[in-house]
């Protein structure tokens, strides 16, 4: 018989991009019970990646009462559910996640951190985080950054003792699935289809971004640095290719207006599957000030996209400069603005930066590599 391992995350939406895959794959090996908000959802994931699902509400936010009765809910199901191991991801499920299991006596409490909010918090608030942060480290065994600057910044910050620190594989908390993410499998009739969709031109240089569309993601600077280059050079274009989220981390007004103003800029909403969408641009833009390690640089590295990256940790461990893409400065417009310059305006630069993109994403973070490396960890607590 199996031993159990409970996989957590706050919102069903990490658990399906940020572990795509994984669950699947260890329910080979365990019996995988994945727990998260919105039941709906949760069960539409636990049907695709074939594993049992237990539904607790969670905010993003600080909530306390409703934190207070997701814990209570939470622990009630581990004392039931008696898994060998629990393994939490994102803060709020982290926090939730790790003080039932220690409350519970589950022998194995996992926590992996895939980037610090708190970074960008001050003050008081910072402070609230900073106790948080190290209360859901003191109840797991291990925990797990996954990059190595992220390590760093913990051991920095004295969260919790090196020795419970560790980096599985290169780094990432899922690897990237190379076969997925390939140029090859967009055919020029779809890509085409695509353009004419999005009134972009095959001769346009394309600037992609993909995430959440908010103001630590670095959509300010990048649209700032897009405006005042779109003033200068007539066949570049600009996807914002995410969702928006107005009422967490909104952009600015200004930003906004010059989104709905300038025809170079296309935004295209949440989608599915955004393979096309790198696969009619020429370059990833993602000057984010905060990441654990970005699924998203892996993403266009397979998809043969250099990147524009921030000098944060993640980023520039997997950019490296001139080499599969560049690294600019947090928050500066001018040295965002300075790199998609030269990018639209130096082929050759740009084409043999580009013809590493691929292989280096492949050579370190291949998908599979990263289960095998998690699953062998697990193992080593048997």
């Known amino acids: 018989m ?29 019996d995988v019970i994945a727990v998260s908000s ?12 074939g594993v049992s699902t237990f539904n607790v509400e969670m905010t993003r936010k600080i ?15 581990l004392k039931k559910q008696k898994p060998r191991i629990v393994h939490t991801h994102t803060p709020k499920a982290g926090i939730i996640g790790m003080l039932a299991a220690k409350l519970a006596n589950v022998p194995i409490r996992l926590h992996t951190v895939a980037g610090l909010p708190l970074l960008e918090a001050k003050g008081f608030k910072r402070k609230i985080l900073n106790y948080i942060e190290k209360l859901t480290y003191s109840c797991a065994n291990r925990v797990y950054p996954n990059s190595y600057g992220l390590k760093s910044i913990i051991e920095q910050e004295n969260f919790t003792a090196s020795e419970k620190i560790k980096v599985i594989g290169n780094g990432s908390s899922n690897g ?11 055919n020029e009739n779809d890509k085409e289809s695509l353009r004419a969709d999005l009134k972009v031109s095959n001769k346009d240089f394309v600037f ?19 405006n005042k280059l779109s003033l200068e050079l007539n066949s570049i274009k600009l996807l914002l290719v995410g969702p928006t989220e107005a009422d967490f981390d909104p952009i600015k007004e200004k930003t906004n207006k010059t989104i709905n103003e300038n025809i170079k800029i296309i935004t295209t909403g949440y989608q599915q599957d955004v393979r096309p969408y790198f696969a009619i641009s020429n370059v990833l833009v993602f000057p984010s000030y905060r990441e654990g390690f970005p699924n998203v640089v892996m993403q266009a590295g397979a998809m043969g996209l250099p990147s524009i990256v921030s000098n944060i940790n993640g980023c520039n461990e997997i950019i490296k400069d001139n080499i599969n893409g560049s690294i600019v400065m947090v928050k500066s417009v001018n040295s965002l603005y300075d790199k998609m310059k030269n990018y639209a ?38």
Do not use: C, W
């Open 2 to 30: 199996k031993q159990k391992l409970i996989r957590i995350t706050t919102v069903p939406m990490s658990l399906n991009k940020l572990l795509e895959g994984q669950l699947n794959f260890m329910n080979q090996h365990y």
């Open 38 to 49: 919105d039941d709906k959802a949760l069960k539409r994931i636990g049907q695709k990646e």
């Open 63 to 77: 909530t306390p009462l409703k934190d207070l009765a997701s814990l209570v809910k939470l622990y009630f199901f």
């Open 176 to 186: 990237i699935d190379t076969n997925y993410f390939n140029p090859r499998l967009i």
């Open 208 to 226: 992609i971004f993909v995430g959440r569309i908010v103001s630590d993601k670095g959509i300010n600077e990048l649209v700032e640095s897009f």
């Open 345 to 382: 305006e130096n082929t050759e630069e740009y084409k043999n930066i580009q013809n590493n993109t691929r292989e280096i994403i492949v050579n370190k973070y291949q998908r599979s590599s990263f289960f095998k490396a998690l699953l062998k960890e697990y193992k080593t607590f048997e």
